[in-house]
């Protein structure tokens, strides 16, 4: 577990790499600009507690990879630490999801009852 962890790590440069994929972000000028993806700059803090909580509350490998490179720097605006918007919505999506499955969950057992 820990190697996984460090391999997410390496070579992670915030000003280049998204924060929650790990893949560079539009610095790549050969890249026609119609298939580059949306990104946007950490700009507050307040962006963190958020984006903490919900890799808390994932409790997986992705949560996981991204708390620790958020612990990587104190200062992500500072950092000027970028992330793919798409990324961004998915990593909050995604808890949607599975409070909606557990949602299910219990409608199906309603159902056999
Ligand atoms: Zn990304």
Redesign the pocket.
Known sequence: MIVVLRSATLDFNFKEN??????R?GVDSKCPKSRR?D?SCVETLELLPGVVATARKRNDKWGNEVLVRVGLSCDLVAEEAR??R??YATFLRKRLSDSAEFQNVGRQKKIKN
Do not use: N, S, W
């Open positions: 998204c924060l929650f994929c790990g893949e972000v993806r990104f992330y793919h798409d990324c």
